[in-house]
């Protein structure tokens, strides 16, 4: 597998990891008592998304790509999942 594809996997997993934190925040923002700060991580959540959808799309028209920043993308979308996962279990 090239770097290129392993780029644009790793820049795919992160939106859906972002999308699904985004999902479960702000079904937790409907659900819960303490609605800002849900809110707050569901709105971060959606804007790297869309931060990510514009990378794969970069990645994808011209062939510019950064593998660093891909791997970065992926943990943090990986640890604020963990994150809210661990959150929603607490409140």
Do not use: C, H, N
Request: charge should be positive; avoid cysteine; proline fraction near 1%.
């Amino acid at each position: 597998m090239s770097q290129y594809a392993l780029t644009l996997l790793l820049v795919f997993g992160a939106l859906v990891t972002q999308a699904t934190v985004a999902g479960l925040a702000t079904a937790t923002y409907l659900s819960r008592r303490k609605p800002l700060a849900w809110a707050g991580v569901a709105m971060a959540a959606l804007v790297m998304a869309l931060q990510q959808a514009w990378t794969l799309e970069l990645a994808v028209r011209t062939g510019i790509y950064d593998f660093r920043q891909a791997v970065l993308a992926a943990a943090v979308a990986l640890l604020m999942l963990g994150v809210v996962f661990g959150f929603r279990r607490s409140a």
